[in-house]
């Protein structure tokens, strides 16, 4: 009889808990006004009805899952409680209290709830995907609330969808990944015919909230072929399914069969097949339809509508209807039945972005159309009939999404049971072994039917048996322990295993209330003893009055009766029960129903509380036959779970018993086991006494204790191990087994071998763990019993070297086997000749002996598999890991059945894929890849553990920098591993963007400075926000500031990764008016990218709204976002604004001409590099313009021309010499002709016809207008030649060299020709100011600021255009310089600039000079220089040139005020930005996006006043931020967390014009472009080096830099700071006393502190080496002290309890070793001498973890305690070596182990003739060390 606990009363915790909930009420108040007052408030109460008079029906369900908000090893139990129309989801506590988590209240009564697991896809689907129904994507996991017609799904992230369904809904079924819908059956479709029509599906699926449902297809194989048709038989109802299998289970009604399905996804070919013709318009709209949504499969596999457009309805509508089934029209009105959440759902999850999603479902009761495609009836109307003969056509098939595959069919009973045989409960559930089974209950016949399966080899299908059955009322698994709990048809529990019964189970007294006990007593026997609760008993009523029924129940059941009979399982019949029913199991949990309407919650008890019985019952059911295996724990769970309990024996004496008596044993007779049932009957706890008179103790309870034969027991054992003289009075116990004869009918006497090597083996894995000795000595009695009976002697002497006491045991010779029942015997394919250890096995591979591979029990032995794994990698170099496993490891078959074996593949992602060519880097890897921790080192003996630090100490020095980040954890380069773990945080949602400190702007001032120093720092966004709120200023002078502060708010974002459409749309102004900062806040948020995520109805929206600022935002920050991607659907928003991209027909639009001028520069930004033809043809086009028709495109002309030839260079940037799909076009010859004028050539295509009519105002004649076209064609004639160097075109844009040419340019278009003319020529461009030269005519360098002519001259010099063009030239060369130096710092070009600038400021000094250019140009070609400096030294905060630019800010007021304008501080304002750009964190890129981005943004032409856009459009200033790229590294310590100074060198790539250049510098600094280098080291003694290279980590260097560049650096030990240590004084002094080691056993604290900030080595100094006056002078003292100071200054903080270890193992008292720490040694010093020593084969000046000195001392105290021990008992050493008793032979054990003496029995197998002699034994043991050898000629010499 097995006996449950924790037995007590249940009641589920949402029925406690509704009765505190408000439940749903409805306040209703007349429409009409009462004269009388108090009237409507006394009705308004009369009408509020908080609890229906009816009580509502209940229902529950509950699982086990990991906790939310805990760790995941952390689990609880949830409850979903449904009462009438709520639904309350709870979880238990940590202290066992369930705590309500949420609670929803619907409007209608809920039909079910249960939880969900959908994916929302992240990537595209392949249109044909596998069968699986996984995918890739985010998993969204919560409940699932359904009612009649809809469903309802809360998310547990807050999301919350509503979906109405065309059918009511009949049950809903959970399956991976999805949902199963069957609809309910009307009448008229049971009785009708059948036909496979999508309309008269009865199971449909939904694999995401956002889909539609689906109808299922259901595919079984035939005889006359493969057969899919829809599930249109009504007959079918599904009865049970499965996530994991996928497995549903079906039962038909009218053949009465029950059948297993496979859940899988349709593919397209089935689809094909059901659908027929029909194919086609499985993803083609029909004609004459509208428009709708893709179906449900093809959405998700052309553009799901849940990642896409989670905005629609997941319902295919029309004009916003739902597409009901089709159906006759209803004219009486319906009542709707979407859910909405009612107000008392107070408790539900804040609405976020996905739940936006339930405003958009429409309602049932919306408007029916007859031309659908089911044929269900509506919701809320149940008389319309069904099936329309009159429409049997569909028009528009849902494509199927999930597929049921038959697999398996019960067979066909001779009697039908129809509806009645269904089956009510189905569950799986495995046996002992693992055997899988599918069981389902028939109530009607009483029984579970199970049937057995298992998944193929190649695990495509599942394979299933034979049906057993089981007599059952009721059933459920205990999945935990693999068990099953039948209520049989008498109402009597059992236990069964699979179809083997177990044994009755007893469930304890119940804790029932009064109450409870009162509704028991008229169903209660009258002559029943009453006990406060039920029992479970199989006896009569009439039995359970006999005397002693209590204590037969409460006693201690005999182990010998269960485990050889189990006839008693039906001794006593039973009449009736108290037991109704059994429900929700929940792991080892399950309610017990009772038929007076309680319930009790039970708990099956565990199989062991032992780790060493649990792995040993493991090894067991792995190396026994199935069905004996499940025998032998079936009886062990019933002997360790009897009523009553262990009592005072042990787990393992249990064990014990339980085993021997299994192999036949008799166990009274045993000297074991008797000796266990001795020391338990010799208990002083066992020994009946007299009630005790009182709490006080007596004389006599003292001598009582001290006379128990278990005092006198104890204290000889003490004495023993305590080295004390043996009194001739201690209680000697019986050692010796009684003869007696051995049952060789038992169950495991035939697989004793069996059961001694999966013990075995199970005694080798618990050796690996130090934490778990006391299971070892458990184990290891039972170990030598069966050795000894095995006559393996080899083995019992293993055991006896490793625990001495068991010397005696083994003396014993009485054994109940004998040599005829050995041959009897089944021996396992495992080689016994030599003794399989894992020490053994060690020892030998570092000698480099050959060794057979080493076996192992999977599952169980896995820190065995792990050590030998790990060894095989370290003494196999040559070999890859795969290879050198598969020869040490052999891994063992279980015994004749299948089973579930978790034996992982070996060679998984590190040990495969990283290529490296260290041994120790191969065994760190491979270690992370085991999932090995330091934690797991500490466990492990240190011999075995001290190999495996050692390769961790050589790799933490110079790690490879391609490493994952698991491996830099275990080798404690935490540095390392931050950086790798940045790229897996995620990023939180932001907060608002409003209400906060506001933001002062003042128009020329402070509205400029754009946000670039606060660029993407990320502090200002975790708990702080951005207001853009602005001073007052005049209405017509705040358009274009407002919109630049709104900007400079947006910019301030940190890259949040989770910014979504919904957390725009909401953060808008109080008011939602569109004002220009939001505008700006909007083109902020596409420089950032988070557009993207912007849907496009909200889009339209913000349109919609005919805001001009908006628009102008909106556009550039989608183009912007969209950059470079020809994102169609971006181009088609940019083209309604543009009309040139419209077709000449089409409707023509007022659109503003700044968001034309804004929407072409958009097209340049979304095509840019791209070279598309069509494109680049209109920009071309649309760069001569001309003005009209009638009165459009007459004013600011020039900014349009500008960004469309700005446009044209973005897309064609670098694309001159590449004629391949432009040839034809003529570009260069055009832009040219733009460039210089000349008559105007005929419009073609569509803009001969739309300019036919002539402009109202503006007539320009015959010729091109080069002050509206010049500037854009100069720039793109540039852009378009970028590094080109063609010769031609460089002409083109030279600078005139004579009077007369010079007159036909406009001065500042010389400036563009320059800045064009350094584009197509840039490898050519020097930051020297005689390139600047170079490119100035001789003309202009002679003539320019001349006041008076020299005789000879040409009287028509125009000076005035000489000093004007030589500014601009000057200007546009440093331009160039600035742009292909921006961001790089570099000396030479700062030096030039600074140069020219300060040229322009003594040019504006002189009053002549000023009058001759003008301050006009003088102060345009200044803040240009000024612009161009910032670039170079963008992100440094260089003070130079700050202080230039306050010095030019400070110009305000008159006169400044006359030629300081708008655009000057707005250029000085942009400078200052970019000299501190993103706070130093960023700088500008040189790439050629970046130029091209930056031309637009800093084109030399500014304006006039705030509303200036006529040259260029204010809102392309900030487009600087697609130029930007983060380059600051900001070294942290990753102890500390403090910022530090860490020096740093970086390497340069080789190019053609230098070759290994790199340079030395100190972070926090910029780093160059990356582009240009190839690797950045962490140089400095102070701090571990780390290195990125570019073949290797390099993309962890990028994410660094994005992820505001903090590096994590380590310091290392005997080094202080830069900060603390500025010049390296005291590391120096510390670096001294670390050679000086005469100090080292004097060390104090402060020292140890100044070196380590390790808390634990503190907390050591602190408490042993500091106030310990008892301990000074101590060698306990020194000897820590020296360990201490070792460890933290040679950075080896794991040898402390190395040290410790083995100096506590090997200093023990002197009559006694620890066999243990002897082996630990003798495997260290193995593996130092041996060539695998990883610091012999390292070329750097590592040293090893443990000291050769401190080990030789260890070796030379335990030799000569060894050695004095054996000159004084050489007797005793001669009676191991004959086989004979050996008594106290404690240090015979060390002895042997320690010179690794053979056993007797090889020794006895040496024939020596004459005497023996050293040479000779030496020929006959050649594999012994000489020393060893010498011993044993000692031992034999004297034993002659």
């Known amino acids: 009889m097995i006996s449950a606990c924790e037995t007590q009363e249940f009641v589920p915790f949402g029925r406690k808990y509704i009765e505190n909930h408000p439940g749903t009420f409805q306040l209703q108040v007349q429409n009409h006004v009462h004269t009388e007052q108090g009237v409507p408030l006394v009705k308004s109460f009369r009408d509020i009805s908080i609890s229906d008079s009816k009580k509502p029906k209940e229902q529950w369900s509950f699982r086990r899952q990991h906790k939310l908000c805990s760790n995941e090893d952390e689990t609880c139990d949830e409850e979903l409680y449904i009462s009438g129309n709520t639904v309350i989801w709870s979880h238990g506590g940590h202290n066992g209290m369930q705590h309500a988590l949420k609670t929803f209240t619907m409007d209608t009564p809920v039909l079910q709830a249960l939880w969900f697991e959908f994916i929302l896809p992240n990537t595209e689907i392949v249109p044909d995907p596998p069968n699986s129904l996984d995918i890739e994507g985010n998993l969204q996991s919560g409940i699932c609330v359904v009612e009649m017609g809809c469903v309802s799904c809360f998310c547990k992230t807050g999301e919350e969808y509503s979906m109405a369904l065309p059918f009511q809904i009949a049950n809903t079924w959970k399956m991976k990944n999805g949902l199963l819908f069957e609809r309910t059956i009307s009448v008229a479709e049971t009785d009708g015919r059948k036909r496979n029509f999508p309309n008269q599906t009865t199971l449909f699926s939904m694999l995401h909230c956002l889909d539609e449902v689906s109808p299922v297809i259901m595919k079984m194989s035939t005889s006359s072929g493969l057969k899919v048709s829809y599930m249109t038989d009504t007959s079918q109802n599904i009865v049970y399914t499965s996530v994991e299998p996928s497995l549903a289970l079906t039962y038909d009604s009218q053949l009465g069969i029950h059948s297993a399905w496979k859940i899988q996804r349709a593919k397209i070919d089935d689809c094909s097949l059901v659908c027929g013709t029909l194919d086609n318009s499985l993803y083609h709209p029909v004609s004459g339809t509208p428009l709708h949504n893709q179906s449900s499969c093809s959405s998700r596999y052309f553009g799901n509508i849940s990642s896409q457009s989670p905005s629609v309805s997941p319902l295919r509508s029309s004009s916003g209807r739902i597409s009901s089934p089709g159906c006759l029209h209803i004219p009486q009105p319906i009542t709707p039945m979407v859910p909405n959440i009612a107000a008392s759902r107070s408790q539900s999850p804040a609405v976020t972005s996905a739940s936006l999603h339930r405003f958009h479902t429409p309602s049932p009761s919306l408007g029916r159309h007859s031309g659908n495609y089911f044929r269900t009836p509506p919701v809320c109307s149940n008389n319309v009939s069904l099936i329309n003969e009159s429409f049997t056509e569909w028009v528009e098939p849902l494509r199927p999404e999930v597929c049921l595959e038959h697999i398996w069919t019960e067979p066909a009973t001779s009697t039908r049971d129809g509806s009645l045989g269904k089956s009510n409960k189905a569950f799986q559930m495995k046996d002992f072994c693992g055997q899988q089974y599918l069981c389902y209950l028939i109530t009607y016949r009483q029984q579970l039917r199970c049937v057995k399966f298992e998944e193929s080899n190649d695990l495509s299908q599942l394979i299933f048996g034979s049906v057993s059955v089981i007599p059952a009322k009721d059933a459920l698994p205990i999945e935990s322990l693999n068990m099953l709990v039948i209520l049989d048809p008498n109402g009597v529990l059992f236990i069964y295993s699979g179809g083997t019964k177990i044994n009755r189970l007893h469930v304890s007294t119940l804790p029932l209330g009064s109450g409870s006990i009162s509704m028991l007593k008229p169903v209660t026997p009258i002559n029943s003893p009453q006990r406060g609760?039920?029992?479970?008993?199989?006896?009569?009523?009439?039995?359970?009055?006999?005397?002693?029924?209590?204590?037969?129940?409460?006693?201690?059941?005999?182990?010998?009766?269960?485990?050889?009979?189990?006839?008693?399982?039906?001794?006593?019949?039973?009449?009736?029960?108290?037991?109704?029913?059994?429900?929700?199991?929940?792991?080892?949990?399950?309610?017990?129903?009772?038929?007076?309407?309680?319930?009790?919650?039970?708990?099956?008890?565990?199989?062991?509380?032992?780790?060493?019985?649990?792995?040993?019952?493991?090894?067991?059911?792995?190396?026994?036959?199935?069905?004996?295996?499940?025998?032998?724990?079936?009886?062990?769970?019933?002997?360790?779970?009897?009523?009553?309990?262990?009592?005072?024996?042990?787990?393992?004496?249990?064990?014990?018993?339980?085993?021997?008596?299994?192999?036949?044993?008799?166990?009274?007779?045993?000297?074991?086991?008797?000796?266990?049932?001795?020391?338990?009957?010799?208990?002083?706890?066992?020994?009946?006494?007299?009630?005790?008179?009182?709490?006080?103790?007596?004389?006599?309870?003292?001598?009582?204790?001290?006379?128990?034969?278990?005092?006198?027991?104890?204290?000889?054992?003490?004495?023993?191990?305590?080295?004390?003289?043996?009194?001739?009075?201690?209680?000697?116990?019986?050692?010796?087994?009684?003869?007696?004869?051995?049952?060789?009918?038992?169950?495991?006497?035939?697989?004793?071998?069996?059961?001694?090597?999966?013990?075995?083996?199970?005694?080798?894995?618990?050796?690996?763990?130090?934490?778990?000795?006391?299971?070892?000595?458990?184990?290891?009695?039972?170990?030598?019993?069966?050795?000894?009976?095995?006559?393996?002697?080899?083995?019992?002497?293993?055991?006896?070297?490793?625990?001495?006491?068991?010397?005696?045991?083994?003396?014993?010779?009485?054994?109940?086997?004998?040599?005829?029942?050995?041959?009897?015997?089944?021996?396992?394919?495992?080689?016994?000749?030599?003794?399989?250890?894992?020490?053994?096995?060690?020892?030998?591979?570092?000698?480099?002996?050959?060794?057979?591979?080493?076996?192992?029990?999977?599952?169980?032995?896995?820190?065995?598999?792990?050590?030998?794994?790990?060894?095989?990698?370290?003494?196999?170099?040559?070999?890859?890991?795969?290879?050198?496993?598969?020869?040490?490891?052999?891994?063992?078959?279980?015994?004749?059945?299948?089973?579930?074996?978790?034996?992982?593949?070996?060679?998984?992602?590190?040990?495969?894929?990283?290529?490296?060519?260290?041994?120790?880097?191969?065994?760190?890897?491979?270690?992370?890849?085991?999932?090995?921790?330091?934690?797991?080192?500490?466990?492990?003996?240190?011999?075995?553990?001290?190999?495996?630090?050692?390769?961790?100490?050589?790799?933490?020095?110079?790690?490879?920098?391609?490493?994952?980040?698991?491996?830099?954890?275990?080798?404690?380069?935490?540095?390392?591993?931050?950086?790798?773990?940045?790229?897996?945080?995620?990023?939180?949602?932001?907060?608002?963007?409003?209400?906060?400190?506001?933001?002062?702007?003042?128009?020329?001032?402070?509205?400029?400075?754009?946000?670039?120093?606060?660029?993407?720092?990320?502090?200002?966004?975790?708990?702080?926000?951005?207001?853009?709120?602005?001073?007052?200023?005049?209405?017509?002078?705040?358009?274009?500031?407002?919109?630049?502060?709104?900007?400079?708010?947006?910019?301030?974002?940190?890259?949040?990764?989770?910014?979504?459409?919904?957390?725009?749309?909401y953060n808008k102004p109080k008011g939602n008016e569109l004002t220009n900062e939001y505008a700006g806040f909007l083109m902020a948020l596409g420089l950032n990218e988070h557009l993207i995520q912007l849907h496009s109805l909200n889009v339209h929206d913000y349109l919609s709204k005919g805001s001009e600022m908006t628009t102008v935002g909106l556009l550039l920050g989608l183009a912007a976002a969209k950059r470079g991607t020809m994102d169609f659907a971006t181009t088609r928003i940019l083209s309604i604004h543009v009309a040139a991209f419209l077709p000449p027909t089409s409707t023509e639009l007022n659109v503003p001409h700044n968001v034309q001028v804004a929407a072409i520069l958009g097209v340049g930004l979304v095509y840019q590099g791209t070279a598309h033809r069509h494109t680049s043809e209109v920009l071309l086009s649309e760069i001569g313009r001309p003005p009209g028709p009638e009165l459009d495109n007459c004013t600011d002309r020039e900014s349009y021309s500008l960004a469309a030839g700005m446009a044209l260079g973005l897309v064609m940037f670098g694309k001159g010499n590449e004629v391949i799909g432009t040839s034809d076009l003529g570009m260069a010859d055009t832009l040219c002709h733009f460039m210089t004028g000349g008559h105007k050539r005929p419009l073609i295509g569509s803009n001969k016809e739309r300019y036919k009519a002539p402009s109202y105002q503006i007539r320009e004649g015959d010729n091109i207008n080069v002050d509206v076209t010049s500037p854009g064609a100069t720039l793109a004639l540039g852009m378009l030649y970028f590094r080109t160097n063609n010769s031609a075109v460089i002409d083109?844009?030279?600078?005139?060299?004579?009077?007369?040419?010079?007159?036909?340019?406009?001065?500042?278009?010389?400036?563009?020709?320059?800045?064009?003319?350094?584009?197509?020529?840039?490898?050519?461009?020097?930051?020297?100011?005689?390139?600047?030269?170079?490119?100035?005519?001789?003309?202009?360098?002679?003539?320019?600021?001349?006041?008076?002519?020299?005789?000879?001259?040409?009287?028509?010099?125009?000076?005035?255009?000489?000093?004007?063009?030589?500014?601009?030239?000057?200007?546009?060369?440093?331009?160039?310089?600035?742009?292909?130096?921006?961001?790089?710092?570099?000396?030479?070009?700062?030096?030039?600039?600074?140069?020219?600038?300060?040229?322009?400021?003594?040019?504006?000094?002189?009053?002549?000079?000023?009058?001759?250019?003008?301050?006009?140009?003088?102060?345009?070609?200044?803040?240009?220089?000024?612009?161009?400096?910032?670039?170079?030294?963008?992100?440094?905060?260089?003070?130079?040139?700050?202080?230039?630019?306050?010095?030019?800010?400070?110009?305000?007021?008159?006169?400044?005020?006359?030629?300081?304008?708008?655009?000057?501080?707005?250029?000085?304002?942009?400078?200052?930005?970019?000299?501190?750009?993103?706070?130093?964190?960023?700088?500008?890129?040189?790439?050629?996006?970046?130029?091209?981005?930056?031309?637009?943004?800093?084109?030399?032409?500014?304006?006039?006043?705030?509303?200036?856009?006529?040259?260029?459009?204010?809102?392309?200033?900030?487009?600087?931020?697609?130029?930007?790229?983060?380059?600051?590294?900001?070294?942290?310590?990753?102890?500390?967390?403090?910022?530090?100074?860490?020096?740093?060198?970086?390497?340069?790539?080789?190019?053609?014009?230098?070759?290994?250049?790199?340079?030395?510098?100190?972070?926090?600094?910029?780093?160059?472009?990356?582009?240009?280098?190839?690797?950045?080291?962490?140089?400095?003694?102070?701090?571990?080096?780390?290195?990125?290279?570019?073949?290797?980590?390099?993309?962890?260097?990028?994410?660094?830099?994005?992820?505001?560049?903090?590096?994590?650096?380590?310091?290392?030990?005997?080094?202080?700071?830069?900060?603390?240590?500025?010049?390296?004084?005291?590391?120096?002094?510390?670096?001294?006393?670390?050679?000086?080691?005469?100090?080292?056993?004097?060390?104090?604290?402060?020292?140890?502190?100044?070196?380590?900030?390790?808390?634990?080595?503190?907390?050591?100094?602190?408490?042993?080496?500091?106030?310990?006056?008892?301990?000074?002078?101590?060698?306990?003292?020194?000897?820590?002290?020296?360990?201490?100071?070792?460890?933290?200054?040679?950075?080896?903080?794991?040898?402390?309890?190395?040290?410790?270890?083995?100096?506590?193992?090997?200093?023990?008292?002197?009559?006694?070793?620890?066999?243990?720490?002897?082996?630990?040694?003798?495997?260290?010093?193995?593996?130092?001498?041996?060539?695998?020593?990883?610091?012999?084969?390292?070329?750097?000046?590592?040293?090893?973890?443990?000291?050769?000195?401190?080990?030789?001392?260890?070796?030379?105290?335990?030799?000569?305690?060894?050695?004095?021990?054996?000159?004084?008992?050489?007797?005793?050493?001669?009676?191991?070596?004959?086989?004979?008793?050996?008594?106290?032979?404690?240090?015979?054990?060390?002895?042997?182990?320690?010179?690794?003496?053979?056993?007797?029995?090889?020794?006895?197998?040496?024939?020596?003739?004459?005497?023996?002699?050293?040479?000779?034994?030496?020929?006959?043991?050649?594999?012994?060390?000489?020393?060893?050898?010498?011993?044993?000629?000692?031992?034999?010499?004297?034993?002659?």
């Open 533 to 1065: 609760g039920i029992f479970t008993s199989s006896r009569p009523p009439s039995a359970m009055d006999q005397a002693g029924f209590d204590e037969e129940i409460t006693r201690l059941s005999p182990v010998q009766t269960d485990l050889e009979d189990s006839s008693h399982f039906d001794e006593f019949p039973v009449q009736s029960s108290y037991i109704q029913g059994l429900r929700d199991n929940v792991g080892a949990k399950f309610t017990i129903e009772l038929i007076n309407g309680g319930m009790c919650r039970a708990v099956m008890p565990k199989s062991s509380v032992s780790p060493g019985i649990e792995k040993s019952l493991q090894s067991l059911r792995h190396m026994l036959p199935r069905e004996v295996a499940i025998t032998v724990l079936g009886k062990w769970y019933t002997a360790r779970n009897t009523p009553g309990g262990l009592g005072n024996q042990s787990e393992w004496t249990l064990l014990a018993k339980t085993l021997f008596g299994l192999m036949g044993y008799d166990t009274s007779r045993l000297a074991l086991t008797f000796q266990d049932d001795l020391d338990m009957s010799a208990s002083p706890s066992a020994v009946a006494k007299k009630p005790r008179q009182s709490d006080h103790g007596s004389q006599d309870d003292w001598d009582a204790m001290i006379s128990s034969n278990h005092h006198k027991s104890v204290d000889s054992a003490f004495d023993n191990h305590l080295g004390f003289q043996f009194s001739s009075e201690v209680f000697q116990v019986s050692k010796q087994s009684l003869p007696a004869s051995v049952n060789t009918s038992a169950v495991l006497f035939v697989h004793i071998p069996a059961v001694f090597i999966a013990l075995h083996l199970t005694f080798e894995e618990l050796n690996l763990n130090t934490t778990l000795a006391e299971e070892v000595e458990n184990l290891v009695p039972i170990l030598c019993q069966l050795a000894c009976d095995l006559r393996r002697t080899n083995y019992a002497d293993y055991y006896c070297r490793k625990f001495p006491y068991l010397f005696d045991r083994c003396s014993d010779g009485t054994s109940q086997i004998t040599e005829e029942h050995l041959s009897r015997m089944q021996y396992p394919n495992v080689p016994m000749d030599r003794v399989v250890s894992v020490d053994c096995w060690v020892s030998l591979v570092l000698k480099e002996l050959e060794c057979s591979p080493f076996p192992y029990i999977p599952g169980v032995c896995n820190l065995t598999k792990n050590i030998i794994s790990l060894y095989a990698v370290m003494i196999k170099p040559n070999v890859t890991t795969d290879q050198a496993v598969d020869r040490c490891l052999r891994r063992l078959a279980p015994a004749g059945h299948r089973g579930p074996i978790s034996d992982l593949s070996l060679s998984r992602s590190f040990s495969v894929t990283v290529p490296t060519t260290s041994v120790q880097e191969r065994i760190v890897l491979f270690m992370t890849d085991l999932g090995m921790t330091l934690d797991d080192l500490e466990y492990l003996p240190i011999g075995f553990s001290l190999p495996l630090r050692e390769a961790i100490f050589h790799c933490r020095y110079n790690p490879p920098s391609d490493w994952p980040e698991e491996p830099y954890v275990l080798i404690g380069r935490q540095d390392l591993a931050k950086l790798l773990s940045m790229g897996k945080k995620k990023n939180v949602i932001p907060p608002g963007i409003y209400a906060s400190k506001p933001y002062p702007s003042m128009e020329g001032s402070q509205y400029e400075e754009d946000g670039m120093e606060h660029l993407d720092q990320e502090n200002l966004y975790r708990n702080a926000t951005v207001d853009l709120t602005h001073i007052d200023t005049p209405s017509n002078m705040n358009t274009w500031p407002q919109f630049h502060n709104g900007v400079a708010a947006g910019l301030r974002m940190a890259d949040f990764s989770q910014v979504d459409s919904t957390w725009i749309l």
């Open 1292 to 1840: 083109w844009l030279r600078v005139p060299d004579t009077q007369f040419m010079l007159d036909q340019v406009r001065p500042d278009f010389l400036m563009l020709r320059s800045i064009s003319r350094g584009l197509v020529m840039w490898d050519s461009v020097v930051p020297s100011f005689d390139w600047i030269k170079s490119m100035i005519p001789q003309i202009l360098q002679e003539k320019a600021f001349e006041r008076k002519q020299r005789k000879g001259e040409d009287v028509m010099i125009d000076y005035e255009t000489m000093s004007q063009s030589y500014c601009n030239v000057v200007a546009g060369g440093c331009m160039v310089i600035g742009l292909k130096f921006a961001g790089t710092a570099n000396q030479m070009a700062f030096g030039t600039l600074m140069k020219s600038i300060k040229l322009a400021l003594t040019i504006m000094s002189s009053q002549s000079h000023v009058e001759q250019t003008g301050r006009g140009v003088l102060e345009n070609c200044m803040v240009t220089i000024l612009l161009s400096l910032a670039m170079v030294m963008a992100g440094s905060g260089n003070l130079e040139v700050l202080r230039l630019c306050r010095m030019l800010r400070a110009r305000i007021g008159p006169p400044h005020n006359i030629f300081v304008t708008y655009g000057s501080h707005m250029a000085i304002s942009m400078a200052v930005g970019l000299l501190f750009l993103g706070g130093g964190r960023h700088s500008l890129s040189t790439t050629p996006e970046a130029v091209g981005i930056m031309l637009c943004a800093f084109f030399p032409k500014f304006p006039f006043h705030s509303n200036d856009n006529r040259y260029h459009l204010q809102a392309f200033r900030h487009l600087y931020v697609l130029a930007t790229e983060a380059r600051v590294v900001l070294p942290r310590d990753v102890d500390s967390g403090e910022p530090c100074y860490v020096p740093i060198e970086i390497k340069f790539r080789d190019t053609g014009e230098y070759s290994g250049e790199s340079f030395k510098s100190s972070a926090p600094t910029l780093l160059p472009q990356l582009h240009k280098i190839e690797e950045v080291r962490i140089l400095g003694p102070r701090y571990w080096p780390i290195t990125f290279q570019t073949e290797k980590n390099w993309k962890t260097l990028q994410l660094l830099l994005k992820k505001n560049g903090v590096l994590f650096v380590k310091q290392r030990a005997g080094y202080l700071s830069y900060v603390l240590d500025p010049k390296g004084y005291r590391s120096v002094l510390a670096k001294s006393l670390t050679s000086d080691h005469s100090s080292h056993t004097s060390v104090q604290p402060d020292v140890i502190k100044a070196f380590t900030s390790d808390p634990v080595i503190i907390s050591m100094a602190d408490y042993f080496l500091k106030g310990k006056e008892d301990c000074q002078g101590s060698r306990i003292l020194q000897k820590l002290s020296s360990v201490l100071y070792s460890s933290v200054t040679c950075e080896k903080p794991e040898v402390i309890s190395a040290h410790l270890r083995l100096d506590q193992l090997l200093n023990q008292s002197s009559f006694s070793l620890s066999q243990l720490g002897i082996r630990q040694l003798r495997n260290i010093l193995s593996f130092y001498y041996s060539s695998f020593c990883f610091w012999k084969s390292d070329s750097r000046s590592i040293s090893q973890l443990l000291q050769m000195e401190f080990l030789l001392a260890l070796k030379s105290q335990l030799e000569n305690k060894l050695d004095e021990w054996q000159s004084g008992n050489m007797e005793v050493i001669v009676k191991y070596l004959k086989m004979n008793t050996v008594t106290g032979s404690d240090l015979l054990s060390a002895y042997v182990t320690w010179y690794d003496i053979p056993t007797p029995e090889e020794i006895s197998k040496i024939v020596v003739e004459g005497g023996p002699t050293l040479p000779v034994l030496c020929a006959a043991l050649p594999h012994l060390p000489v020393k060893t050898v010498m011993q044993i000629l000692t031992a034999w010499q004297a034993a002659v």
